[in-house]
Each structure stands twice: as structure tokens, then as C-alpha cells.
């Protein structure tokens, strides 16, 4: 059976009619006569998306370099927040035995996500990958929950409130 991917419709007042562009999809995954359950989504705007990136990167640019000099890039740092906030795509722990098997599980893990944390106790690593924030791993509402507590997050960081950050990022968005 084909895998039933979220397509794009438009109600004609009778109908929910796939956009043009979906039609040979939508053909393929759906079988005339079969009911289907309809959930609406609503795509996440486009503002809010881009005031949060504007917002994060003041954030960015405020840390002390202490911090900056941990992270490869602004993006790593996100991931970071992300984890540290909740948002992980998930948790895995791995007993190693040895120094070679704890290198090969770390660099299996940086493989599979170069953004996870990886901490080490005894002999059990654990490692977190990030929930990536993309419009197709994150809903609307879980997006904004996840801008607002990674400028929380960052912003008791930065000993700043999210107003004042946001009053520069603001201007950049």
C-alpha cells in the first residue's frame, strides 16, 4: 500500500479537491468510494518563523564568547537549546565496554546526528538528538511553544528578558 502523505485541498463549497499539483498523488494513495477522516492543518506563518530565527540570532550575538567558542555555529547552539528544553527526537543509552567501542558509539552517534549530546557516565553513554524545528517535523502550535521556550531558555542565559531581546530582533524579522 502506498504511504498516505498530507496533500493540499481546496473546499468548493461540495467538495475537498486536491490542488492541481497533488491530483497524481492523490490518486495513487486514495481509492474512490473509500471515506477518509479529513484533520485541517494550519501551516505555521511565515512572520512568526522568521521572528523567532531574527530573535535567536540576536540571542546569538549577545552570548559571551565563552559560550560562542562551545558551538561549531548559531545552529548547534539551537540544537542545544532545543535538547536542553525538552524538544529531542530521542534518548538512547549505550553500555560500552571498551575504549574503542565507546569511540565507535560516539562517532555511530555523530553519524546519525551531529547536532545530539552525548554524555558520558561510568561505562553508559547517553545521547540526545534534537527535534529538528522544519515545518514538516513540527506542527504549528508545538513550533511556537518550542520558539517560546528556547528564547526563554536563552534569555535567562543572557540575564535579559524576551521583550528586550525580541525589541532588536524585531526590527530584523
Known amino acids: 500500500m502506498t504511504e498516505i502523505v498530507p496533500l493540499s485541498f ?3 463549497g461540495e467538495n475537498m479537491v486536491p490542488l492541481k ?3 497524481p498523488r492523490a490518486n495513487q494513495q486514495y481509492v474512490v ?20 530565527f531574527a530573535s535567536f540570532h540576536e540571542a546569538w550575538t549577545q552570548l ?24 529531542v527526537k530521542s534518548h538512547t ?4 565496554r571498551s575504549e574503542s567501542e565507546l569511540v565507535r558509539a560516539i562517532q555511530k ?14 561505562n553508559t553513554l547517553d545521547i540526545w538528538a534534537p527535534k529538528s524545528q ?4 513540527m506542527s ?18 543572557l540575564g535579559i528578558t524576551v521583550d528586550e531581546l525580541t525589541a532588536n530582533a524585531g526590527r530584523a524579522a
Not at 552517534?109 to 561510568?122: E, H, N, T, V
Request: hydrophobic share 30%; net charge negative.
Open 10 to 12: 481546496r473546499w468548493d
Open 21 to 23: 499539483r497533488f491530483v
Open 33 to 52: 468510494g473509500e471515506e477518509y477522516r479529513l484533520k485541517a492543518e494550519h501551516e505555521r506563518s511565515e512572520p512568526e518563523h522568521r521572528f523567532f
Open 64 to 87: 559571551p564568547t565563552d559560550t560562542t567558542e562551545r558551538f561549531k555555529n548559531e545552529d548547534q547552539f539551537r540544537y542545544w537549546c532545543l535538547i536542553n528544553c525538552g524538544y
Open 93 to 96: 543509552q549505550t553500555i560500552v
Open 109 to 122: 552517534a555523530m553519524l546519525d546526528d551531529p547536532y545530539s549530546i552525548i554524555k558520558k557516565r561510568g
Open 134 to 137: 522544519s515545518r514538516n517535523s
Open 140 to 157: 504549528k502550535d508545538e513550533f511556537h511553544k518550542s520558539a517560546s521556550d528556547v528564547l526563554v531558555f536563552v534569555c535567562e542565559m
